[in-house]
């Protein structure tokens, strides 16, 4: 399926500093950090050589930093504004071929959805996989792979502001210069107008319930486990329902 001489790492973009969520990506599901939550996940995947946590160099960063260090995980401070480029520099602080993007507002992120974008980017010549490139998966879900060397191109390529805050924009909005292939939900999996990823405070109401309702039960549930409770229990829905997403042009 992927070749073994390629070192693939999972990139985490993490920082306290949030208009509508301060802190976000560590308040507690069910009594343990999101981003903990996050790491354990991504830990789980059978293609992931290495996972490095991008946060900033701001000093409110730093319980971050704390975290990661309890947890055993690598990080790297960056920018805050250039998210692309803390993103490519924490990439090559770990010497990695190919970058797996995950932003640290989806704690809720499936290792088997990790996986299957990671087999998809190796069927073919591609220079970005995706499950978001057009949205039908819920929100919270998404899982982008690319090239290092694809994401240093771009760095060379772009200075706009929405390229730079957003890392892989600029790949997936120029189709006809990178080669990019797109994973769509099918079933129940097709909900593309629910949200599982922490923006508000009522994200956060509806994850930690969804942790709570399935953490005792299984450590490693899956997206499909997610999807089967919020359809037995529509109540859990109505929690976040209300939230409106910003797209990407709103930063």
Excluded at 1 to 30: C, D, F, H, W
Excluded at 31 to 59: C, F, Q, W
């Amino acid at each position: 399926m992927y070749k073994q001489n390629e070192k693939i790492t999972a990139t985490v973009e993490a920082r306290m500093a949030s208009s509508r969520l301060p802190g976000k990506v560590i308040l507690p599901l069910s009594g343990k950090p999101a981003l903990e939550i996050l790491v354990e996940r991504i830990r789980r995947s059978r293609y992931i050589d290495d996972i490095v946590v991008a946060t900033t160099v701001n000093e409110m960063d730093d319980p971050i930093i704390e975290l990661c260090k309890n947890i055993k995980c690598k990080y790297f401070r960056g920018s805050e504004n250039d998210v692309l480029k803390r993103v490519l520099e924490a990439a090559r602080l770990v010497g990695t071929d190919i970058v797996v993007e995950i932003t640290g507002d989806c704690p809720l992120i499936d290792h088997r959805h990790i996986d299957r974008v990671i087999e998809l980017f190796y069927s073919g010549s591609y220079d970005y996989a995706s499950n978001a490139i057009e949205r039908s998966f819920p929100v919270g879900f998404d899982v982008e792979v690319f090239p290092l060397k694809v994401l240093e191109k771009v760095d060379k390529i772009t200075n706009d502001p929405i390229d730079r805050v957003h890392v892989s924009y600029y790949i997936y909005s120029h189709p006809e210069e990178f080669r990019l292939v797109n994973w769509k939900a099918e079933g129940d999996m097709f909900w593309p107008e629910l949200g599982i990823t922490l923006d508000e405070k009522e994200d956060y109401e509806l994850i930690n319930r969804i942790c709570e309702e399935l953490l005792p039960k299984d450590g490693d549930f899956s997206a499909e486990k997610i999807i089967t409770l919020l359809k037995n229990k529509p109540e859990l829905v109505e929690i976040n329902k209300k939230v409106r997403r910003k797209n990407v042009l709103e930063g």
